[in-house]
T-cell receptor, first 114, second 115 residues
Framework: DVKVTQSSRYLVKRTGEKVFLECVQD?????MFWYRQDPGLGLRLIYF???????EKGDIPEGYSVSREKKERFSLILESASTNQTSMYLC?????????????FGSGTRLTVV | AQSVSQHNHHVILSEAASLELGCNYS??????LFWYVQYPGQHLQLLLK??????LVKGIKGFEAEFIKSKFSFNLRKPSVQWSDTAEYFC?????????????FGTGTRLLVSP
């Protein structure tokens, strides 16, 4: 069974901390994505990557950065966490042809910044 | 820019009632369309998708959706809902010329089915 694994299910961090959210996929997918999910706002794209060391800004990149040193791993970084970054963060991956399945999502990381 | 609208934010139904959730998108070119479902405490799962061909697509658990190009719509339907359908439903669109297979999501519809 294919998987997208997010390292933490719940995280609590303090304002100003540097936060790393990790995502690993075992499907050899080229494209990986980070979304945040907020009630009433749906899913909004933060950053995505279409290859190792390549990244593109999504719709709400401010306050975030990403790293993709290996094909299977895509990290989301909050340089200095703020309370408005409290949210559910979802990682997803897809092979380049879209295929028959659309995205595969991880189970999410619920981040609380206090 | 693409956008996706889900007009029903909250829907409450009794078991066996029929369901229709609206989804409209704003892109005029070729699109791929998806419905995802998120059950309480679980991750997003693909319910059904439309790429081309028959505009009436069938998905898992008795759901179906109809693509109406002239109306820029992709509404989700189920003839008879069950309590287990309680979940949040997201419509998503990928415009083929944007590259990188970005999906733009609607804001979601929370469905509560009472037994």
């Amino acid at each position: 069974d294919v998987k997208v694994t997010q390292s933490s299910r719940y995280l609590v961090k303090r304002t100003g901390e540097k936060v790393f959210l990790e995502c690993v996929q075992d499907m050899d997918h080229e494209n990986m994505f980070w979304y945040r999910q907020d009630p009433g706002l749906g899913l909004r794209l933060i950053y995505f990557s279409y290859d190792v060391k390549m990244k593109e800004k999504g719709d709400i990149p401010e306050g975030y950065s990403v790293s993709r040193e290996k094909k299977e791993r895509f990290s989301l970084i909050l340089e200095s966490a703020s309370t408005n970054q409290t949210s559910m963060y979802l990682c997803a991956s897809i092979n380049r042809g879209l295929g028959n399945y659309g995205y595969t999502f991880g189970s999410g990381t619920r981040l609380t910044v206090v | 820019a693409q956008s996706v609208s889900q007009h029903n934010h909250h829907v409450i139904l009794s078991e066996a009632a029929s369901l229709e959730l609206g989804c409209n998108y704003s892109y005029g070119g070729t699109v791929n369309l998806f419905w995802y479902v998120q059950y309480p405490g679980q991750h997003l799962q693909l319910l059904l998708k439309y790429f081309s061909g028959d505009p009436l697509v069938k998905g898992i658990k008795g759901f179906e959706a109809e693509f109406i190009k002239s109306k820029f719509s992709f509404n989700l339907r189920k003839p008879s809902v069950q309590w287990s359908d309680t979940a949040e439903y997201f419509c998503a669109v990928n415009a083929e010329n944007t590259g990188f297979q970005k999906l733009v999501f609607g804001t979601g519809t929370r469905l509560l089915v009472s037994p």
